[in-house]
């Protein structure tokens, strides 16, 4: 559970950086206005999301304390292009050895992170499920081939997951929209 709670606490805390850098930009450099307070809002939950999601997913995992930002996973590249292990490995780590942490942040985890990607995209701009489910898909593959290059894990199961969590987030955003047209 640590790591689940690094993982947010990390987010947070770019996050709060983030926010009033967004402002600056957006609203005193660029002077946009905008009289949809319910897009603007969407599109800076989706910047934020989505500088979060590039930061935990690429960078090496880190620590941010009162001492700065510690590395603390170093090492080497590990590559699964099996489809599917993760069924195997939820059997062994989840089932055997009991270790919920495995579960939740390498299944869960992959899919609820990309869940807004696919509730947001349409709602902000007028896409295709279909552009959206590649959009998600190109982010994904991004992601798995820069990891190659990190010492993170390269994973077909990961991008499979992940486009599963855009799917999810489609399908909520078109059961709100018709629940939309039928009110």
């Known amino acids: 559970m640590w790591e689940i709670r690094e993982y947010f606490k990390n987010i947070f805390i770019i996050m709060l950086v983030l926010v009033p ?29 989505m500088i979060a999601l590039t930061s935990q997913a690429i960078l ?19 590559m ?5 292990k993760f069924l195997g490995d939820i059997y062994n780590e989840t089932i055997l050895k009991g270790d919920i942490v495995f579960f939740l942040i390498n299944i869960v985890g992959n899919i609820i992170l990309f869940v ?5 995209i349409p709602q902000l701009w007028n896409l295709s499920y279909g552009k959206v489910m590649l959009i998600g898909l190109g982010y994904t593959l991004f992601i798995e081939l820069t990891q ?8 077909v199961d990961d991008i499979i997951l992940n486009c599963l969590g855009v799917y ?12 939309k047209l039928y009110t």
Request: with cysteine.
């Open 148 to 155: 190659m290059f990190m010492p993170r894990v390269t994973d």
């Open 21 to 49: 850098i967004y402002y600056l930009v957006r609203f005193k450099i660029l002077k946009c206005n905008t009289n949809d307070k319910k897009r603007e809002i969407i599109m800076i939950i989706f910047l934020l999301y």
């Open 168 to 179: 999810i987030g489609i399908v909520i955003h078109s059961l709100i929209k018709k629940k």
């Open 80 to 84: 699964n292009p099996v489809p599917f």
């Open 116 to 120: 807004p990607m696919g509730f947001c």
């Open 60 to 78: 090496p995992k880190f620590v941010i304390d009162f001492n700065g930002i510690h590395v603390i996973e170093k090492g080497m590249h590990r």
